[in-house]
């Protein structure tokens, strides 16, 4: 049996197709590896939240609205994002790769232990400086789910983001503008805000968080300026 039927004689269908089917799997592997990272990081946060304080930096409530809202609108952005532009100059992959290789399962690890630690330290900041628990959640929360947000850019490519276009996937760029304009809602609604078992931070405090959330891609950039990250996607 032929490993390709085709429905037409033109040599170009070939070619689109094996187009098509690795930047489909390339972005099945962006998802994957995006979903799986940022839930190791809040994994890592609850374990070791709990083994340092013997408290949990989240509430029930505030873990679901990561995992369904936060997580889940900019994966399905990366589902979307265009065939890189040398796809078709990579060598084909065994068939029997795993998603994982090429370097993928070490940086899905090495992010969610960054997740972790920049949550803790943000939890750990506020709650100490304010003696309020709520507070150090509330922190725990926007470090987890803006760090979350912000990553889904780092997963978009093994090159740097100033040179493919930092905003060019413009499903992407809607996906975290909604999560965003969500988050602020909830901390903007007196009702929302207490529901979630958070209060009012600081302007200070907002800016840490913002700070803390945008590290991992300080961190990506740098590892693919030096050549520290192994390309999945070539």
């Known amino acids: 049996a032929s490993d ?6 033109n040599f170009a ?4 197709a094996v187009r098509e089917g690795r930047s489909i799997y390339d972005n099945i592997k962006r998802t994957v590896g995006f979903l799986l ?4 990081g809040e994994v890592l946060a609850v374990f070791m939240a709990m083994i340092l304080w013997q ?7 505030q873990l679901l609205w990561i995992n369904l809202i936060t997580d889940s ?3 399905v952005a990366l589902g979307l994002e265009p065939g890189a532009e040398d796809v078709m100059r990579r060598n084909p992959r065994p068939r029997n790769e795993s998603i994982f290789a090429q370097g993928m399962g ?3 690890l090495a992010l969610g232990a960054l997740f972790a630690l920049l949550t803790l330290t943000g939890f750990f900041i506020i709650w100490q400086g304010s003696g309020d628990i709520k507070a150090g959640r509330t922190m725990a929360f926007l470090v987890l789910a803006l760090s979350q947000i912000f990553h889904a850019f780092n997963m978009r490519s093994d090159y740097s983001l100033f040179s493919i276009g930092f905003f060019s996937n413009k499903y992407l760029n809607v996906a975290v503008l909604i999560s965003i304009s969500l988050i602020i809602m909830i901390l903007s ?3 929302a805000t207490a529901a979630f078992g958070m ?3 600081s302007a200070g405090s907002y800016l840490l968080a913002v700070g803390l959330a945008l590290l991992p891609i300080v961190v990506m950039e740098l590892a693919k300026a030096l050549g520290l990250v192994q390309p999945w996607s070539r």
Do not use: C, E, K
Request: hydrophobic residues 60%.
């Open 199 to 201: 209060v009012t931070l």
């Open 13 to 16: 269908t070939i070619v689109h």
């Open 189 to 191: 609604i007196p009702a």
């Open 73 to 75: 609108l900019p994966a």
């Open 4 to 9: 390709m039927v085709l429905t037409d004689d």
């Open 37 to 40: 990272g940022t839930n190791i």
């Open 55 to 61: 408290v949990s930096p989240f509430l029930a409530v």
């Open 106 to 108: 070490v940086r899905i």
